[in-house]
């Protein structure tokens, strides 16, 4: 299997799309009537790629990352969270959905195509458990995942869980599977290199199952002190008020580096 790691560091110049927000492409409000924001999505679908930000440990970054790359594809991508306990529509920068608004009526997967209408992409913002139903109801849509990890060794133990779990022999997926590794919150290149070091042994001695091939990728992205500051200030300023005041702007420029590395890997 083929590794492709690259060691990025926390601060890469190019950002390949503007960042302006501006009523043009962003025609959807948020906040309405949910009945009426269903009917109100267009059906002009052609294919909407479907990724996932999955993990077994809470506090890695999918929500982050899924902030994240909802606003470097801004307009023609959609998050959908499936975490109950955090609500992600009012903190998020991007387009975003909360299943839990919706889930007296109808199942994610329905929910998925709805949003399918819309959008070019939906990012699916999972909570850690991802052998709950709602996420197993929809995760042979997906083919492309984002999995975040830390450094330290159970992070490596939650990593190793999750990836049995979706590629594994008992895997329920099929086919040519991208995998986009974020090794997240690094603060030494030591530790970054001995994660990277154990990470490879890993995916190296795993047993995947026979009906998968993974395609994985691995990019670092180091702790940043703006990036933790970020959703206290979304919270605080109103995430749309704080995205177009620049609060966002140190936090946006080192993550937009790491969306544009994803989007060059899942082909977006
Ligand atoms: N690279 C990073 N540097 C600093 N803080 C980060 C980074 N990535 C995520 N965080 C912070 O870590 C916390 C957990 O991230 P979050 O995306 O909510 O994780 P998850 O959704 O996996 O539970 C958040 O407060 C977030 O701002
Ligand atoms: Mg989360």
Redesign the pocket.
């Known amino acids: 299997m083929s590794f492709d790691y690259d060691g990025m560091g926390?601060f890469y110049k190019k950002s390949g799309r503007s960042m302006r927000r501006t009523e043009e492409n962003h025609p959807v409000k948020f906040g309405i009537m949910k009945d009426e924001y269903l009917a109100s999505l267009q059906s002009d679908s052609s294919e909407t790629i479907i990724m996932a930000?999955v993990?077994f440990?809470?506090?890695?970054?999918?929500?982050?990352?899924?902030?994240a790359l909802g606003s470097y594809l801004e307009g023609d991508a959609v998050v959908l969270n499936l975490?109950y306990v955090?609500k992600a529509e009012e903190s998020n920068a991007c387009d975003t959905v909360d299943y839990i608004d919706y889930i007296d009526e109808i199942s994610v997967s329905e929910l998925i195509d709805e949003l399918s209408k819309r959008y070019k992409f939906i990012i699916l913002?999972t909570?850690?458990d991802i052998s709950s139903p709602t996420v197993t109801e929809i995760l042979d849509r997906v083919d492309r995942f984002i999995i975040?990890l830390t450094t330290g060794k159970r992070a490596r133990q939650a990593t190793e869980s999750s990836l049995d779990v979706l590629f594994g022999p008992d895997a329920m997926l099929k086919g040519k599977i991208r995998v986009f590794f974020l090794l997240?919150?690094y603060k030494l290149v030591s530790k970054r290199d001995q994660a990277v070091k154990h990470f490879t042994d890993l995916l190296h001695n795993m047993e995947f199952s026979e009906e998968i091939e993974i395609i994985p990728k691995l990019v670092g992205?180091?702790?940043?002190?703006?990036?933790?500051?970020?959703?206290?200030e979304a919270q605080s300023v109103g995430a749309l008020a704080a995205s177009n005041k620049g609060a966002y702007g140190p936090?946006r420029k080192?993550?937009d580096s790491v969306c544009m590395k994803i989007e060059e890997f899942f082909e977006l």
């Open positions: 926390a930000a993990s440990k809470g506090g890695v970054g999918k929500s982050t990352i899924s902030n975490d955090q913002d909570p850690g975040p997240n919150m992205l180091k702790y940043s002190e703006a990036i933790d500051r970020m959703e206290e936090a080192t993550l």
